[in-house]
């Protein structure tokens, strides 16, 4: 069964510093990968997603993911953190035969210094 | 405002009773998921819809849960005969398509008591 893992539960970060989230994900064959983010009384909203071609995707709100096939890991980052972005981030995966049903990994809760 | 819209926001009641969420997907999607998030979780799948027809369930949805999208619309999600350990955020999710962007809603939060 196909898994995924974030090993940090959570992270405090100061203003203006850089942000890596880690996620790794048991699966047979490469799924499509995703990163969402979910706010205080807001629903999940995507960063960005990995189908296939260039490892390094670029998202929203000045995020980017890379997909490391040998590690089976694709991690988060941000060169500087914002105040705005205290959120809980989800790595998520799903088989490329139902791209949509998603299998999350734990979250992990990001906090923000000023 | 056009985003997936869940209903109602929260629910508290009583082990025994039984509750209904109602989702209505953003109006051309096509798939509408349903997906159950505990505290300090990351969701879960339960099941999903392409247009009216429910294609997969998940074995977390017993046998007291079901899930309507009759016309391919709104969908409903009924837990009958609550128990303490459906206290959870109820996530409803909708897609055009089976690679479409999937945008979820704010959710369902229910307790139990």
């Known amino acids: 069964a196909q898994s995924v893992t974030q090993p940090d539960i959570h992270i405090t970060v100061s203003e203006g510093a850089s942000l890596e989230l880690r996620c790794n994900y048991s699966y047979g064959a490469t799924p499509y990968l995703f990163w969402y983010v979910q706010s205080p009384g807001q629903g999940l909203q995507l960063l960005l997603k990995?189908?296939?071609?260039?490892?390094l995707v670029q998202g929203i709100k000045g995020f980017e993911a890379e997909f490391k096939r040998s590690q089976s890991s694709f991690n988060l980052r941000k060169p500087s953190v914002h105040w705005s972005d205290a959120a809980e981030y989800f790595c998520a995966v799903a088989p490329k035969a139902a791209g949509n049903k998603l299998t999350f990994g734990g979250g992990t809760r990001v906090l923000v210094k000023p | 405002d056009t985003g997936v819209s869940q209903d109602p926001r929260h629910k508290i009641t009583k082990r025994g009773q039984n509750v209904t969420f109602r989702c209505d997907p953003i109006s051309e999607h096509n798939r509408l998921y349903w997906y159950r998030q505990t505290l300090g979780q990351g969701p879960e799948f339960l099941t999903y819809f392409q247009n009216e027809a429910q294609l997969e369930k998940s074995r977390l949805l017993s046998d007291r849960f079901s899930a309507e999208r009759p016309k391919g619309s709104f969908s409903t999600l009924e837990i009958q005969r609550t128990e303490q350990g459906d206290s959870a955020m109820y996530l409803c999710?909708?897609?055009?398509?089976?690679?479409?962007?999937?945008?979820f809603g704010e959710g369902s939060r229910l307790t139990v008591l």
């Open positions: 990995y189908f296939s071609g260039d490892t």
């Open positions: 999710a909708s897609s055009l398509g089976i690679t479409g962007e999937l945008f």
